[in-house]
């Protein structure tokens, strides 16, 4: 390190001597690494000095400024918050923007204007990143709130059951604590920006006029939002060019999975393993053949929704989400059709069926069992605009330069008595190569390597779950880490499913994998899964934690993720001599650190 440059920070008693010590100490740790150390610093200084001058201190300044809050699992809530803190400052308000794992839970109790902008996982719980503060405030050690404003926009998809339910229980706490709503609750389904745009509008201005009530001066405080270094992003995706597509299953596998390359050559687009890769996807045109012929529809007839005028064909084909039973839609369809059956489903007390229903059917069957009368523009204007599908991506730029790689399950199948297709798996599986796709970069700080490349890292990935694990690999041995690396891999056959296999093998003959642990669950006549893994290898994975490594699960939220973590409290329980809650919050504090990171969806 040349030189030690010191931000625009008040004076304090540090000497050269102590700050250039600070910076080494510092040195290569991540943005999410900073954000813990930060707020690990914040937590010592309130508990050093609680009923001292610091306290006084942080009442004041958290009474004088907007504190914007994010958790987010995808990097939605973070794109929301950023651009509500960005017009917040353009406004001059003085604002601070926090991850939620980086907000001291200790200044809960003397903040004033909060906005909090939170995302819904899986089957209804909390980003990973905002489970340490949704729990300390849902929890019994919250401080009461009478003097807090406060504003929450919850963000989720309807094509799950538990839809913004974190944003919804957060909205209602902060209120039973005392605060006061000075924006009602929003909530932001896959259309974030329609929701998001007027919500964080009226949230502002509400804002700005809580602090000109409180005397406070409007004034600029940069941010240091650091912008991307690339003109593409997920409004402006690159034209990427598919270099590879290649089936890495055999033939009589029952799904079909791709490894698919694409060039990033001349985007300007980076990444590092962890991070994903956005693909704006098209709706697979013999299902929009299905809902046409379903529907009694001309495709070429012209519809305008929101001052833009498309042919039927295109707003199915290009703009609308018709793979993904969702909500709203089903509620449309309700009130179109007049069925009973599907009035009832959609009451609360029949969120089973409701559930079973999402998983099972795709809209297009629900058109074919309760047929309805539409108007195009009309089911237009039901469907939600069609989202951007998020892979995790499998490669190191260090070794395959401007490129990016992905692993990519194929949604087709029969159900119902016809075919069925996802809408980004069936595009990538159909584009050849030369053929060109629209990508961006969804950026994942919590799901990084360790800083320290001499720390042990444990990665549990099923299925198309390895993906990640992956680039890991490839990145640990380019950079030289000494720290020992350990998959477990899961799949239906091992003659079928074993994705990745040569490279695997040779990762253990090279070094650059220590151990290799496998789980195919079709094999026998009892199916073995990963969970069963990590509990027989439970004493050396509970070494390898005791140790220092970090640990990385990739895969399905809604099942594997839960059994995984199950799992784990179960080892950590059985071969660390605790009890399962005090196992469970040994891993809450892992997962804290940094030291546990989920790539779940």
Known sequence: MNSVVVPNLPAVSLDAEKLALLARGLEGLTAAQLYWVAAWAAAQAAQAQRSGPT?????T???????????????????IAEELARRSEAAGLPVRLLRADAYPQRELAQ???????????GDGEPP???RGLFEFIAGKRAPKLPALQFAVL????????????????????????????????GEADVEIEAVAAPWTEQALEQARELLKQAGVPARVTPLHVVPSRSTHSREQPFAATVLANQRIVARDSERDVRHIELSLEGSGLRYEPGDALGVWPRNPPALVDQWLDALRFDGAQEVT????????RQWLEREREITRLNRPFLAALAATSGDGELMRVLQK?????FTALLAADQPIDLLRRHPAIWQPEALVAALRPLAPRLYSIASSPKVVGEEVHLTVAVVEYEAHGSAHWGAASGLLAATDEDGKLPVFIEPNERFRLPADGERDVIMIGPGTGVAPFRAFVQERRESGATGRNWLFFGNRHFSSDFLYQVEWQQALKDGSLHRLDLAFSRDAAHKTYIQRRLREQGAELH???????????????????????????????????????????????????????????
């Open 305 to 312: 929704h929101q001052g833009r005028t498309l042919t039927l």
């Open 349 to 353: 007390e029949q969120s089973a069926e």
């Open 111 to 121: 903040e004033r204007h909060l906005v909090a902008v939170i995302s819904t996982q």
């Open 543 to 601: 070494a390898w934690l005791k140790g220092g490594a970090h640990i990385y699960v990739c895969g399905d939220s809604t099942h594997m993720a839960r059994d995984v973590h199950a799992a784990l409290i179960e080892v950590i329980a059985t071969h660390g001599s605790r009890s399962p809650d005090e196992a469970k919050a040994w891993l809450a504090e892992l997962l804290q650190q940094g030291r546990y990171a989920r790539d779940v969806y």
């Open 55 to 59: 306290a006084v201190a942080v009442a």
């Open 154 to 185: 919850g963000l989720g998809d309807s094509s799950y059951p538990q839809f913004c339910v974190i944003g919804r229980q957060l909205d209602a706490r902060l209120a039973e604590l005392g605060g006061t709503r000075f924006a009602a609750l």
């Open 61 to 79: 300044r958290t009474s004088e400024r907007l504190t914007i809050v994010y958790g987010s699992q995808t990097g939605n809530a973070k794109r």
């Open 128 to 130: 990973d990143d905002a």
